[in-house]
């Protein structure tokens, strides 16, 4: 698992509800690619295209689930 370097809000398959990662902590295999694509790690590898939802706390007003 790759290391979070900026904090991020984002929902784990099985999840309802989203949880707060913080920067230091393991990414979840699920939202590696979202987290990668958003800059939140540095590289990354491609993951099995099984993604959770993605939530960026930086910006406001806007949906930021990801596709």
Do not use: R
């Amino acid at each position: 698992m790759k290391f979070i370097k900026d904090g991020f809000i984002g929902a784990p398959n099985g999840s309802i509800y989203p949880i707060v990662f913080s920067a230091g902590e393991e990414c979840p295999e699920e939202l590696l690619l979202a987290a990668v694509e958003k800059g939140f790690i540095d590289q990354g590898k491609q993951s099995d295209g099984k993604q959770g939802n993605l939530l960026d706390p930086h910006q406001s007003g806007e949906d930021k689930t990801t596709e």
